[in-house]
């Protein structure tokens, strides 16, 4: 397993790293399920904020009046952009590449965490929880953005069989919320469609 998850997270990079020039195009479309989560998460401007998974920086737009700003990813060129942006923006963040399911912060450092469109990315969506877990204050939230099938449900032989080709070129479709929630003690607050007929969700969790 550990093996797996460093080649997987290996491949990860590289293939982000091919994507990055073209990235904005198709994840610039979710304006507003980004807007969305944002207000639902609810950042007062002194929380600590840490993006997890950042990758070029789309969510930065609607979170343009927060004071402490952490952005992570495992791919430098993603970081690179983000900066770019964030530079462009006039936003300060402190953004690093480092790995999520494997953080380099203290035990709860942040009050706010956002993770859109990394659960269903990461090889190891579990670690990745529990690291979220450990580094939000007792009390902070965190805000799920990302495509899951239906808890307590088992993928249709066609979603099965897309799913390998599905990893490999973007995401996991066959990921279900509650198994990666069960790695930790973290409570979901709210759930919502996001779109394409519920795939996509938009989560609450509070430590
Ligand atoms: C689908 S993109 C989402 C980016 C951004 N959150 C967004 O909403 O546009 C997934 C991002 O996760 C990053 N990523 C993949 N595996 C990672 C890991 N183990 N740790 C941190 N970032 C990772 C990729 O480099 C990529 O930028």
């Known amino acids: 397993?550990?093996?797996?998850?460093?080649?997987?997270?290996?491949?990860?990079?590289?293939?982000?790293?091919?994507?990055?020039?073209?990235y904005d195009l198709v994840a610039g479309l979710f304006v507003e399920q980004r807007r969305r989560?944002?207000?639902?998460?609810?950042?007062?401007?002194?929380?600590?904020?840490?993006?997890v998974g950042a990758g070029s920086g789309l969510d930065l737009d609607f979170l343009l009046s927060q004071r402490s700003l952490t952005?992570?990813?495992?791919?430098?060129?993603?970081?690179?952009?983000?900066?770019?942006?964030?530079?462009?923006?006039?936003?300060?963040?402190?953004?690093?590449?480092?790995d999520a399911q494997r953080m380099d912060f203290p035990d709860a450092h942040f009050?706010?965490?956002v993770l859109h469109l990394i659960l269903a990315v990461v090889p190891d969506p579990l670690a990745c929880i529990r690291?979220?877990?450990?580094?939000?204050?007792?009390?902070?939230?965190?805000?799920?953005?990302?495509k899951f099938l239906p808890d307590g449900k088992r993928p249709g032989l066609v979603r099965w069989l897309a799913n390998p080709i599905a990893r490999l070129v973007a995401t996991?479709?066959?990921?279900?919320?509650?198994?990666i929630l069960s790695a930790t003690a973290l409570v979901k607050?709210?759930?919502e469609d996001a779109g394409f007929g519920g795939f996509f969700r938009i989560v609450l969790l509070r430590k």
């Open 111 to 113: 009050d706010v965490v």
């Open 71 to 98: 952005a992570i990813d495992i791919t430098p060129a993603m970081i690179a952009k983000l900066k770019s942006r964030a530079g462009k923006l006039g936003v300060d963040i402190d953004a690093r590449v480092m």
């Open 131 to 146: 690291e979220v877990e450990r580094v939000l204050k007792p009390g902070g939230r965190a805000v799920v953005f990302d």
């Open 189 to 191: 607050v709210h759930d």
């Open 37 to 51: 989560a944002i207000a639902l998460l609810g950042p007062r401007p002194d929380d600590k904020v840490l993006i």
């Open 172 to 179: 996991d479709i066959n990921r279900r919320l509650a198994d």
């Open 1 to 22: 397993m550990k093996r797996f998850v460093a080649l997987a997270t290996r491949f990860n990079r590289w293939r982000y790293t091919l994507y990055s020039p073209v």
